[in-house]
């Protein structure tokens, strides 16, 4: 049991397996003075904290709680913090910083950050640093241990002063996608294309690296315009991902069309791991930083990414007072790892009824 305000609020933050939470956090961190809870999308984000907002009310009132009263901190048009107090009035700060709830960003939470550091380690391991001295030491040991990267870059472990790791996630350029013979395209989607670092050899970059962070990340955000908004290509690309005419219109009516869920799914499973293989790109080593030591590098040649689709697509639809987007949601075992998968086609804000974009989030199952 805690006995100091401090240890208190690290329990009461650290404690993901408790009932808290109906969605598991993808990640808790500790910043400078500041918690940040992040979870997989905007409205889980959302659900989490008005779930720790109903736990601090219940902790306030208890007499044997450090906490007698909290404040909840805007961020731009919406509350995302909270800051504890230890009096009725709000005057007494149990910790400087605050609570904070946030949604992975496109990479995963803290995934530009980890680009820049794990770019600085490679860069130190190149001219002979210990793995023990670096930061990311692990994630670095399972790439130069992987064989397949090794063979297939030619990596000679005697000459690693001639590489020089560059972080380029700024770089990465928007991906739209075309429609043609009732396929989807996605466009920009090679190795210099979706790289967040790419490693040189004597100044000419060799290998781009696509970095993912936690155990939840998003792997394609692109716009719809070009199947969606268009009235002849509309009714082909609900039954390519085996949408529903009649659910899309929950859009409104625009976006109504007389096209049913399918009773097979053989056809739409191939498509949307085409979709998926596509979007994890061509020519690239895809770097999964889970967790501390645990990592999973997968070095594809071409798009020859492995995947298998391995449930019947769910969907949903926007419903008034419920939800403002649509979503295809199964199960993949891809680069031979399970996942959860869900497609997502949601507006630019997060109170915009459009399927404008596509987001395609993967979660290890």
């Not at 004597?202 to 268009?230: Q, V």
């Not at 005419?245 to 799914?265: E, H, L, W």
Request: aromatic residues 12%.
């Amino acid at each position: 049991m805690a006995t100091t305000p401090e240890q208190f609020i690290s329990e009461l933050v650290q404690d993901k397996l408790s009932n808290v939470f109906k969605i598991k956090p993808a990640k808790i961190v500790q910043i400078k003075t500041d918690y940040f809870i992040y979870l997989p999308t905007k409205n889980e984000r959302n659900s989490s904290y008005n779930e720790f907002k109903i736990k601090l009310d219940k902790i306030k009132n208890n007499s044997k709680s450090f906490i007698k009263s909290y404040k909840e901190v805007k961020t731009g048009s919406s509350f995302n913090s909270f800051k504890l107090f230890s009096d009725r009035n709000g005057q007494v700060p149990i910790f400087k910083g605050k609570i904070v709830f946030k949604p992975l960003s496109t990479k995963g939470s803290g995934g530009k950050q980890f680009e820049q550091e794990l770019a600085q380690d490679l860069n130190n391991y190149f001219i002979g640093s210990d793995l023990k001295e670096l930061k990311h030491g692990d994630t670095i040991k399972a790439l130069f241990e992987n064989k397949k990267f090794i063979s297939q870059y030619k990596i000679d472990k005697l000459k690693l002063s001639l590489l020089r790791a560059d972080p380029v996630g700024k770089q990465n350029s928007k991906r739209t996608s075309t429609w043609s013979n009732n396929q989807i395209f996605i466009e920009k989607n090679t190795g210099p294309a979706v790289s967040d670092i790419n490693i040189l050899v004597k100044d000419t970059p060799k290998i781009f690296c696509s970095l993912k962070f936690t155990d939840s990340y998003y792997i394609y955000n692109g716009t719809t315009e070009a199947y969606f908004d268009n009235e002849t290509n509309k009714p082909k690309a609900y039954a390519f991902f085996g949408l529903s005419g009649v659910g899309m219109a929950g859009f409104g009516a625009k976006y109504a069309a007389s096209v049913a869920t399918p009773k097979d799914f053989i056809a739409v499973k191939k498509n949307l791991a085409n979709i998926i293989n596509q979007a994890l790109g061509r020519d690239v080593v895809l770097i999964n930083k889970v967790s501390p030591g645990n990592n999973d590098i997968d070095v594809i040649k071409g798009d020859a990414h492995k995947i298998n689709i391995q449930s019947t697509p769910e969907y949903r639809y926007p419903e008034t007072g419920q939800r403002k987007y649509a979503a295809i949601s199964f199960l993949a075992e891809i680069n031979n790892d399970k996942y959860k998968v869900q497609f997502q086609f949601r507006g630019t804000t997060e109170g915009a009824l459009t399927p404008r974009y596509l987001r395609i989030l993967l979660k290890k199952a």
